[in-house]
């Protein structure tokens, strides 16, 4: 079975561009989670999405969106890049079952550079 | 709220040498427990889990048992090899948040 796919691996941009990342999860996952990794704040929570319906969102600004299709595949969206933006971007996907608390599985990350 | 608190690294050992990574949490309910790892360049991988209280996960030499009355999940090796340098993450499932909250990672090297 194939792994978490994230596209681009690698991405430069500049000040007040704006970017789309994007994961394809485990076939038959329907929770994808993004996750935020830099050096200083360590893993941080940016949404969950299940079926197409964000479920939770972490504490970022509005600049940071999310979707998810009806294939569990998942976007998100970066608008207006701030320096602070560079970072690993990490998607998640998960299998949901009844009791919950279910093992992620993780892509290679998406590494963003804001010139 | 759900948190995760892991030791601070970098820890350095020679091969062969013995490990422990220390974890407690703050969970209400009764939460799954991870371990996970991540090589360098690549994104997380589960190493070991574990789901109610005194259940232990083991993978790859690597142990941890979740411990209720102390709150601790402890990652634990007997003997490092060279090739178990990355980074460890504890952490926790939290089922009503969707999410998986994790501590800060431990940097693990492993001296030849």
């Known amino acids: 079975k194939a792994g978490v796919t994230q596209t681009p691996r690698y991405l430069i941009k500049t000040r007040g561009q704006q970017v789309t990342l994007s994961c394809s999860p485990i076939?038959?996952?329907?929770?994808v989670s993004w996750y935020q990794q830099t050096p200083g704040q360590g893993l941080q929570f940016l949404f969950e999405y299940f079926s197409e319906t964000q479920r939770n969102k972490g504490n970022f600004p509005g600049r940071f969106s999310g979707r998810q299709f009806s294939n569990s595949r998942s976007e998100m969206n970066v608008s207006t890049l701030e320096l602070g933006d560079s970072a690993l971007y990490l998607c998640?996907?998960?299998?949901?079952?009844?009791?919950?608390?279910?093992?992620?599985?993780f892509g290679p990350g998406t590494r963003l550079t804001v010139l | 709220g759900n948190s995760v608190t892991q030791m601070e690294g970098p820890v350095t050992l020679s091969e062969e040498a013995f490990l422990t990574i220390n974890c407690t949490y703050t969970a209400t309910g009764y939460p799954s427990l991870f371990w996970y790892v991540q090589y360098p360049g690549e994104g997380l991988q589960l190493l070991l889990k574990a789901t109610k209280a005194d259940d232990k996960g083991s993978n790859k030499g690597f142990e941890a048992t979740y411990r209720k009355e102390t709150t601790s999940f402890h990652l634990e090796k007997g003997s490092v090899q060279v090739s178990d340098s990355a980074v460890y993450f504890c952490a926790l499932g939290d089922t009503g948040g969707f999410k998986t909250i994790f501590g800060a990672g431990t940097r693990l090297f492993v001296k030849a």
């Open positions: 076939s038959g996952h329907r929770s």
């Open positions: 998640a996907s998960s299998l949901v079952t009844r009791g919950g608390n279910n093992e992620q599985f």
